[in-house]
């Protein structure tokens, strides 16, 4: 009987060689089988993220225009003019300052929101809905509404502290009120990160604390701010690819204009008057692809601080 069990679980080599083709077969199968029901997804990502992509390659290295006549080939001056182009880097500025405004205002406000929401005993429902609600709001909506507020004859804001600050017409403020608008909006989905990190921090961490004389100060910056690293990170990221890619709060408050003396042009702005107010295709191509390598290197750089922070606390 022992002999037998031990045959049993220590299968010989031959034995274990010829198992294993039926696994792999088994795998396969399985593989193919599994294929059908993700085939819809990858059919619609080639047809709308690839192809797109591949496309828009292509006509960086053209002259084609809206018009529709057949593109001629221009090698990299596309890349050349972009480089050289002063719009073009004015434009890019104004998307940088824009998210060197927002990232560290909207990170720090989500959090105390979230904290406020999360403390609260009565009526915590409403305050989360409150905090919330703005961000399920359509862009052109958000945008409207705060054209309104900052309108310097007839907006509520001016009238309600007493001032005559030109929001909308001088650009000292233009990007101010784009930096506004835009954290009133968006500022419910960071909040809501934050509010679902909060609720999975063990409780028994914070009694732990109490019982050691910790106070509220000392359990934030001992046990919640650390728990809340990763929470921090991800919102970091996701705002810093948001922000740089700002454009309907800012064309919807300033009507579809670059602001007072092109202050709120951002570079998805200027990339579309390229393409469909200059006609340019094959220009605004060519930038379009320049800001997706800024962009990719910026994921690939959070990627990599990540890991590296990770390697190190090991």
Request: net charge neutral; charged share 15%.
């Amino acid at each position: 009987m022992t002999t037998t069990s031990a045959e049993t679980v220590i299968a010989p080599p031959r034995a274990r060689s010829a198992a294993a083709p039926g696994a792999a077969a088994r795998r396969k199968e399985g593989f193919q089988h599994g294929g059908w029901f993700v085939a819809p997804f990858l059919l619609l990502f080639a047809l709308f993220v690839i192809w797109p992509l591949l496309r828009g390659v292509y006509l960086s290295f053209t002259d084609a225009n809206i018009s529709g006549d057949s593109p001629g080939f221009v090698g990299l001056d596309n890349y050349r003019e972009a480089l050289q182009d002063p719009l073009m880097w004015d434009a890019l500025g104004h998307s940088a300052y824009f998210t060197l405004l927002v990232v560290p205002c909207i990170t720090v406000l989500a959090f105390l929101l979230a904290m406020l929401a999360h403390h609260i005993e009565r009526g915590k429902w409403l305050w989360r809905l409150c905090f919330f609600m703005p961000f399920l709001l359509p862009s052109t909506v958000a945008g409207n509404l705060w054209q309104w507020l900052f309108n310097p004859g007839t907006g509520m804001i001016n009238h309600v502290f007493g001032i005559e600050t030109p929001w909308l017409t001088d650009k000292s403020y233009a990007m101010l009120a784009v930096v506004i608008t835009t954290l009133w909006w968006t500022v419910g989905f960071s909040f809501l990160l934050y509010l679902a990190a909060l609720q999975g921090i063990p409780a028994h961490l914070y009694e732990a604390a109490k019982l050691d004389g910790a106070n509220a100060w000392h359990r934030m910056v001992h046990i919640t701010l650390p728990m809340l690293r990763n929470i921090t990170g991800l919102v970091i990221a996701l705002q810093i690819l948001a922000s740089l890619q700002v454009f309907d709060q800012a064309v919807t408050i300033m009507d579809f204009t670059p602001g007072p003396e092109e202050s709120t042009r951002t570079f998805v702005q200027y990339t579309l008057e390229e393409g469909f107010t200059s006609y340019r295709v094959g220009y605004a191509s060519a930038i379009s692809i320049i800001f997706f390598v800024i962009i990719a290197a910026v994921a690939l750089g959070r990627m990599w601080l990540l890991r590296n922070r990770e390697e190190g606390a090991r």
